[in-house]
């Protein structure tokens, strides 16, 4: 994930930070793992 990627995500103050996580895992390939560890519906 580029740093001006992480960046824009770590700037949205209206997502939570386990929205955040969900994001960068969605876009290294695993959201969908990471989000049913954690218990959050389709993020």
Request: charged share 25%.
């Amino acid at each position: 994930m580029h740093a001006m990627d992480l960046a824009v995500l770590i700037d949205d103050f209206e997502l939570y930070p386990d929205e955040m996580l969900s994001e960068v895992a969605r876009r290294l390939g695993f959201g969908q793992l990471f989000d049913d560890a954690v218990g959050l519906a389709n993020a």
